[in-house]
């Protein structure tokens, strides 16, 4: 079965400063990854996804995510970050081995930039 | 942009009763899905709706459950006979229909259920 782990709850940088949220994924098959983002009492925001190609993939508000096969990982980074990216970030991967189109979610990483 | 919506924001339920949650999909989306988001847990996958039928769905998403899509723009899940445990962030998602699911799912805004 697929799973993600992202192992940090939270994450702290200041302004302007380069932030990474890290992701790994477990799946049968070649996976489908998709970074959402959710800010108080939204719903989850797509932000970026990698299906095939390019191992570094570009997203809305100047995110990016590196695909690491060798290494099962997806982390999400942005060179320069703002206060505005204060939320809660959610990896998530479909299985493409499987047929199905369900996401399977990490367990979110908060996002903390301060001024 | 286009955006899923969801009637209720909350409901508050008394255990026992039924309650429908209602969302719209965006409207050229073929693919449809409840998740449902428990305090403090991780989002976790309910059902996946496609052509009239469910395409998918978990282990959660037992006989208390039913979706039903009752015209061309809205679709209903359904729990019947709440449980306390059913307390949880439900959200509606849909996708446009990609080559083996390579679209993202737009969620929407969620409906907290609060069952007392």
């Known amino acids: 079965a697929q799973s993600v782990a992202q192992p940090e709850d939270q994450v702290n940088v200041a302004e302007g400063n380069p932030l990474t949220v890290k992701c790994t994924y477990s799946?049968?098959?070649?996976?489908?990854l998709f970074w959402y983002v959710q800010y108080p009492n939204r719903g989850l925001q797509f932000l970026l996804k990698?299906?095939?190609?390019?191992?570094l993939v570009k997203g809305s508000y100047g995110f990016e995510a590196e695909f690491n096969k060798s290494q099962t990982s997806f982390h999400l980074k942005k060179p320069s970050a703002l206060v505005s990216d204060s939320a809660l970030y959610f990896c998530a991967v479909r299985d493409t081995n499987t047929g199905f189109q369900k996401l399977v979610f990490g367990t979110g990483t908060r996002l903390l930039v301060s001024p | 942009e286009p955006e899923v919506t969801q009637t209720p924001s909350h409901q508050v339920t008394q255990m026992g009763q039924e309650v429908i949650l209602r969302c719209v999909p965006i409207s050229n989306h073929l693919y449809f899905y409840w998740y449902r988001q428990i305090l403090g847990q991780k989002v976790e996958f309910l059902v996946s709706f496609y052509n009239n039928e469910i395409s998918e769905k978990s282990e959660i998403f037992d006989d208390q459950f039913s979706v039903e899509r009752p015209d061309g723009s809205n679709f209903t899940l359904k729990i019947r006979s709440t449980k306390l445990e059913d307390s949880a962030m439900y959200f509606c998602?849909?996708?446009?229909?990609?080559?083996?699911?390579?679209?993202?799912?737009?969620f929407g805004d969620g409906t907290r259920l609060s069952i007392l």
């Open positions: 990698y299906i095939t190609g390019d191992n």
């Open positions: 998602a849909s996708s446009e229909a990609g080559q083996g699911g390579n679209q993202p799912q737009h």
């Open positions: 799946v049968s098959g070649n996976p489908y």
